[in-house]
């Protein structure tokens, strides 16, 4: 077994002063401050394959650098560096990383982990920066008068950076103004699962805005009906950003009396040469059977923090975002057609053949959402495709309604 790069990291590449480099980040915050890496220590890095002992990426770099004097000691001091920087998947990082897990599991409650860099870490600053960006779109007289008379059941809304995404945001979370609910599901897309399907946490969420406790009862009995396919444990929830968000909007709408069940959903990918819609995955009926009995609860309100498409070179893609952009816009008109239809096989059919092409992160929890919704109506809201010209690349969302 050679030296192996830990796969839990957020790497980004783009170009930094004319050349090539890559932007890692820490999620688990082992490497404190994201890492800016080119030259020679990126070219290191592209040699750590899991196949490659520490000789033998020397001398493959010795070779491609034309044997230069040095450049064995070169690699070994750059090889050192990875390490004291937690970047390889070795015997003390899952030492690290298991400590972390202990602790974060011994917590009754998950508190914020983005207030003070995503958006105000206090209170105040924070309520004020949530009313601006619901301010930016307004429903007309008639518009309000319609929502106020309809049970609005579920809502998608982005997971994206708050202030890239804030039309949408601002769009989804007005048809929640003057409801009330006793229990919101909050479906995200679990960036950081590895090996469940989904991740079900028993913990109270905090933000600046207060506690919100978790329902318990509710998230305990899920977790037991998705069996094998659940995570052991919940901390995917620790760093998570797509149920962070909308909670963040859910507290200044409807304040904090409300109980939370918080899941997050991996991928989906994987079964597609075994079902035709998730309802077919082996295992996973029991769970979709809980989510309906919770779904026809009046009081019960179900949201989905999701984003579509992500291209360009900082998904992997060789073209760029503009390049990609015709033909993404289209490929999100078709799930937003299924998912407007309320046909959750169609939209399976969808995405079966293009959908880690186009790298649907709320693929999973938009799947789900039409199993438990499918003779509701949809509403659309709106959509965006948000272009990072830095990385030439772009994220696509949108905002829906469910009645």
């Given at each position: 077994?050679g030296?192996?790069?830990?796969?839990?990291?957020?790497?980004?590449?783009?170009?930094y002063?004319?050349?090539?480099a890559?932007?890692?980040?820490?999620?688990?915050?082992?490497l404190?401050?994201?890492?800016?890496?080119r030259g020679?220590?990126?070219?290191i890095l592209?040699?750590i394959d899991?196949?490659?002992?520490?000789?033998?990426?020397?001398?493959?770099?010795?070779?491609?650098?034309?044997?230069?004097?040095?450049g064995?000691?070169l690699?070994?001091?750059?090889?050192?560096?990875?390490?004291?920087?937690?970047?390889?998947?070795?015997?003390?990082?899952r030492?690290?990383?298991?400590?972390?897990?202990?602790?974060?599991?011994?917590?009754?409650?998950?508190?914020?982990?983005?207030?003070?860099?995503a958006?105000?870490?206090?209170?105040?600053?924070?309520r004020?920066?949530?009313?601006e960006?619901?301010?930016?779109?307004?429903l007309?007289?008639?518009?309000?008068?319609?929502?106020?008379?309809?049970?609005?059941r579920?809502?998608?809304?982005?997971?994206?950076?708050?202030r890239?995404?804030q039309?949408?945001?601002?769009?989804a979370?007005?048809?929640?103004?003057e409801?009330?609910?006793r229990?919101?599901?909050?479906l995200?897309?679990?960036?950081q699962?590895e090996?469940?399907?989904?991740?079900i946490?028993e913990?109270?969420f905090?933000?600046?805005?207060?506690?919100v406790r978790?329902?318990r009862?509710?998230?305990?009995?899920?977790?037991?009906?998705?069996?094998?396919?659940?995570?052991?444990?919940?901390?995917?929830?620790?760093r998570?950003?797509?149920?962070?968000?909308?909670l963040?909007f859910?507290?200044?709408?409807?304040?904090?009396e409300f109980?939370?069940?918080?899941?997050?959903?991996?991928?989906l990918?994987?079964y597609?040469?075994?079902a035709?819609?998730p309802?077919?995955?082996?295992?996973?009926?029991?769970?979709?059977?809980?989510?309906?009995?919770?779904?026809?609860?009046?009081?019960?309100?179900?949201?989905?923090g999701v984003?579509?498409?992500h291209?360009g070179?900082k998904?992997?893609?060789?073209?760029?975002?503009?390049?990609m952009?015709?033909?993404?816009?289209?490929?999100?008109?078709?799930?937003?057609?299924a998912?407007?239809?309320?046909?959750?096989?169609?939209?399976?059919?969808?995405a079966?053949p293009?959908?880690?092409?186009?790298?649907?992160?709320?693929?999973s929890?938009?799947?789900?959402?039409?199993?438990i919704?499918?003779?509701?109506?949809?509403?659309f809201?709106?959509?965006?495709?948000?272009e990072?010209?830095a990385?030439?690349?772009?994220?696509?969302?949108?905002?829906?309604?469910?009645?």
């Open positions: 077994m030296l192996k790069l830990r796969t839990d990291l957020d790497i980004q590449p783009f170009y002063e004319g050349e090539k890559l932007l890692i980040t820490d999620h688990l915050g082992l404190k401050n994201p890492l800016l890496l020679a220590g990126l070219e592209s040699l899991g196949r490659r002992e520490e000789r033998d990426i020397q001398l493959e770099f010795l070779r491609r650098q034309g044997y230069q004097l040095g064995a000691e690699v070994r001091e750059i090889l050192d560096q990875f390490k004291k920087l937690g970047l390889l998947d070795d015997e003390d990082f030492r690290k990383k298991k400590a972390l897990v202990e602790e974060f599991s011994k917590c009754s409650e998950r508190k914020a982990a983005l207030a003070g860099e958006y105000p870490a206090e209170a105040d600053k924070l004020r920066f949530l009313a960006i619901l301010s930016l779109t307004s007309t007289r008639e518009e309000k008068r319609q929502a106020s008379r309809r049970s609005l579920a809502l998608v809304a982005p997971h994206i950076d708050l890239s995404g039309r949408l945001y601002s769009l979370y007005q048809a929640l103004e409801k009330n609910y229990r919101v599901v909050v995200g897309t679990g960036h699962l090996t469940g399907l989904l991740s946490s913990k109270d905090s933000t600046p805005l207060g506690l978790n329902d009862e509710v998230s305990a009995g899920l977790k037991k009906a998705a069996g094998q396919l659940a995570e052991p444990d919940d901390f995917a929830h620790r998570e950003h797509s149920i962070e968000f909308q963040l859910l507290q200044y709408l409807l304040g904090n109980q939370l069940v918080p899941i997050l959903c991996s991928s990918y994987a597609h040469k075994v035709r819609r309802a077919e995955i082996p295992g996973l009926r029991p769970f979709l059977a809980e989510l309906k009995n919770l779904a026809v609860e009046e009081k019960t309100l179900f949201v989905t984003d579509l498409s291209v070179l998904f992997g893609h060789c073209r760029t975002a503009s390049q952009k015709e033909e993404t816009v289209s490929f999100d008109h078709d799930l937003i057609e998912m407007l239809h309320a046909e959750p096989e169609k939209f399976w059919r969808y079966r293009a959908g880690e092409t186009y790298n649907v992160c709320g693929y929890a938009l799947a789900l959402l039409l199993e919704f499918s003779q509701r109506q949809v509403v809201l709106g959509y965006d495709l948000v990072e010209k990385t030439a690349s772009a994220v696509s969302f949108a905002a829906l309604a469910i009645y």
